[in-house]
């Protein structure tokens, strides 16, 4: 249905986020072209500020800001320096936090091993964490992957690429439902999950 | 929950919007940083674009752009210039659009009358109602107002005001839901709403 361009443009580019129909995005067009110092200056100067700051950690993958890379999370001292927790995505990190119950280090992949997606190890920061754990001195490995049969495939390839390493790898317990990701988890099953974590 | 200041204000931002809520705009946000190039980058042209062009019609209220005053339904002459359809707000007349049973012209009031929100008769573009249907030559006044106390209360008073005027002043039939506003609507309930219009 055609409106008005710029209208029509915001309800396109709303449309394409998780959780927004075609329907919800034509109303929150209408509703950011009607109240626009509410709702439109609002959400265009955080989206401006998170278009010119937001940055992953050149160290861990992390979502960071510009001007504290490494992130918060790398350079935070009362962390335990000793384990990471290995996750897909950045945004994964975001739910890991909410649970509460890890206080070591991260390392975001950048997604998990996929043939039909041809995403092979070489495009997964793979090696960068193999070094970390030898650089870090890291003991513990913690695979906070999807519980899918690629997320499977993943933590098979890590727990084989950290043999010999000295470093414990582990994986969330399978509290999770199967076939689903980690930002889709709540605080409370991925706690349980970190608690009952078992060897890989 | 504090993720990283400009992901926590995108999603604050988000979460202004109809139809989302907490958790659907924490998903939105870190969907946006995650994918800038797919996800962000359209929205925030689209924010400028509507932001930059976006203006309500001098003449009936409607959306239009800077450079298209008075707009297409004010200037589009094979419309029915003797009937002028009355709705709350700009957003309403895309419904009416919608269900494609109306081919006069518009009039946005920018409210109703609300003795509890203090907007009385002067916050309303009424004054510009009587002068358009006196000086267009106007026959029919459609009402397409909420059908609430608060719209009843309008439409009684737009019935007064243009009495007198020669122009007839229907309101859409109330095969509407009670309680409800016109962008809420279907496409259905609004074409037969309108067929059935009834004299006020």
Chains 1, 2 share one sequence.
Do not use: W
């Not at 936090?97 to 997604?111: D, M, T, V």
């Amino acid at each position: 249905m055609s409106v008005l361009k710029p209208i029509d443009e915001l309800e396109a580019a709303l449309s394409k986020l998780p959780g927004l129909g075609r329907r919800s995005a034509s109303r929150a067009a209408l509703a950011l072209v009607r109240e626009p110092i509410r709702l439109l200056d609002p959400l265009y100067a955080a989206l401006r500020m998170a278009r010119e700051n937001v940055r992953c950690c050149s160290k861990c993958g992390a979502f960071t800001t510009v001007d504290s890379d490494p992130c918060g999370f790398c350079s935070d001292a009362t962390r335990d320096g000793t384990a990471i927790c290995v996750v897909e995505e950045p945004a994964d990190i975001v739910s890991i936090e909410a649970a509460g119950a890890f206080r070591g280090r991260y390392h975001a992949l950048g997604g998990k091993l996929s043939p039909s997606r041809r995403l092979g190890p070489e495009k997964l920061r793979l090696r960068e964490l193999a070094d970390r754990v030898r650089v870090e001195g890291i003991t513990e490995v913690l695979l906070a992957l999807s519980t899918d049969m690629e997320g499977d495939a993943t933590a098979g390839y890590i727990a084989e690429l950290l043999h010999g390493s000295g470093a414990k790898v582990t994986r969330l317990a399978f509290g999770l439902p199967v076939d689903s990701g980690i930002a889709y988890s709540d605080p409370l099953t991925l706690r349980r999950a970190i608690a009952n974590r078992i060897l890989q």
